[in-house]
C-alpha cells in the first residue's frame, strides 16, 4: 500500500495571509494522481485541486497552488489570500495505478480573523 | 444529479447488531469505494469495486462484507457490530477512463456508534 504523509496536524494563518501545507508520499509508481480534498465541518469532502504526476507544470485553482516535486516525492498546497471560509481539515490522497486512493492523515487549518 | 448519496447519516448500534450502510451514484462511475474515518487517522479504504459484480478488499475489511449487483449501488454490511467500528464511514466513486479527471467524488458521510 501506498503512504502519504502529512506533518502538520495543525496550521494557522491569518486573514488575507499565505499558508503552505505540507504532504509527501512513498511509491515506486511512476504513473499516479494526487489530489488535495477540504473537509470543513459539515463533513463533505470537497476536492480542492489534483495533479497528474506526468505533467511537470504545478496546477493552480484560483488561491489554491501547488508545489509538485516528484523526485521528492513532495506535494505541498499554496493557499493564498486566505479566507475564513478557507478554515477547514485539508487532506492530501494518492490515487494508484491500481485506482485506489490513499490518504494522509489531514491538517486542520484555522484562519484568525 | 445527486452525486453520491449516503444514507443513513447517523446510526446508534448495539454490540452485536448488524447494519447496511446504504450508497448509490448516478453518474455511471465504474469504480466505488468505501472508507472509515476515525480522528487522527485520516480516511482508511475498507472495501472497493471496479464495476459491477467485482469487489476487493481494502486496508481494513474485516467485520464488513460488500456487493455490488448494479453500476449504481455498492452497500456495505456490518456484521456482529463491534465498538470498534465506532466510525464515519464515506462511499466515494469516481470514473477512471480515458479522458477523465479521476478524482473521488464522496457522500456526505454515515456517522456510526457501536455501544
Known amino acids: 500500500a501506498q503512504t502519504v504523509t502529512q506533518s502538520q496536524p495543525e496550521m494557522s494563518v491569518q486573514e488575507a495571509e499565505t499558508v503552505t501545507l505540507s504532504c509527501t508520499y512513498d511509491?515506486?509508481?511512476?504513473?499516479?494522481?494526487l489530489f488535495w480534498y477540504k473537509q470543513p465541518p459539515s463533513r463533505q469532502m470537497i476536492l480542492v485541486i489534483r495533479q497528474e504526476a506526468y505533467k511537470q507544470q504545478n496546477a493552480t485553482e484560483n488561491r489554491f497552488s501547488v508545489n509538485f516535486q516528484k523526485a521528492a516525492k513532495s506535494f505541498s498546497l499554496k493557499i493564498s489570500d486566505s479566507q475564513l471560509g478557507d478554515a477547514a481539515m485539508y487532506f492530501c490522497?494518492?490515487?494508484?495505478?491500481?485506482?485506489?486512493?490513499?490518504f494522509g492523515t489531514g491538517t486542520s487549518l484555522t484562519v484568525i480573523p | 444529479n445527486a452525486g453520491v448519496t449516503q444514507t443513513p447519516k447517523f446510526r446508534i448500534l448495539k454490540i452485536g447488531q448488524s447494519m447496511t450502510l446504504q450508497c448509490a451514484q448516478d453518474m455511471n462511475h465504474n469504480y466505488m469505494y468505501w472508507y472509515r474515518q476515525d480522528p487522527g487517522m485520516g480516511l482508511k479504504l475498507i472495501y472497493y469495486s471496479v464495476g459491477a459484480g467485482i469487489t476487493d478488499k481494502g486496508e481494513v475489511p474485516n467485520g464488513y462484507n460488500v456487493s455490488r449487483s448494479t453500476t449504481e449501488d455498492f452497500p456495505l454490511r456490518l456484521e456482529l457490530a463491534a465498538p470498534s467500528q465506532t466510525s464515519v464511514y464515506f462511499c466515494a466513486s469516481s470514473y477512471i477512463g480515458q479522458g477523465k479527471k479521476a478524482e473521488a467524488f464522496f457522500g456526505q458521510g454515515t456517522r456510526l456508534t457501536v455501544v
Open positions: 490522497a494518492y490515487r494508484s495505478t491500481g485506482n485506489q486512493f490513499y
Open positions: 511509491t515506486s509508481e511512476s504513473d499516479y494522481y
